[in-house]
């Protein structure tokens, strides 16, 4: 089984930065692709950003140029920086990933959510 966790998130002023956290525990033999959603109240849920094993890494164009994703591997965590926040980054955020696990079976798993609110 994998677990992700994500932190950072909180309220923020527009022009303002936060960097959420996600961290993976359980029993893992490879973490694959990575990457950040978020869901805004009444809208679907978007990929905001990706980032492979190799570390190539993919955003949607509503953030490209001020949000940057990274992992670290070693601590098995995944980061997104997000600058110059605007109201329309209001959501709830979601960690993502592809893993195998200790039974090398593979699956899509997803965090909790942590919520970013970008007001003044």
């Known amino acids: 089984q994998v677990q992700l966790v994500e932190s950072g998130g909180g309220l923020v002023q527009p022009g303002g930065s936060l960097r959420l956290s996600c961290a993976a525990s359980g029993s893992i033999i490879q973490i694959n692709t990575m990457a950040w959603y978020r869901q805004a109240p009444g809208k679907q849920r978007e990929m905001v950003a990706a980032i492979s094993s190799e570390g190539i890494t993919n955003y949607a164009g509503s953030v490209q140029g001020r949000f940057t994703i990274s992992r670290d591997d070693v601590k098995r965590t995944m980061y997104l920086q997000m600058n110059s926040l605007k109201p329309e980054d209001t959501a709830v955020y979601y960690c993502?990933?592809?893993?195998?696990?200790?039974?090398?079976?593979?699956?899509?798993?997803w965090g909790q959510g942590t919520q970013v609110t970008v007001s003044s």
């Open positions: 993502n990933a592809i893993a195998i696990d200790t039974a090398y079976r593979g699956g899509d798993y």
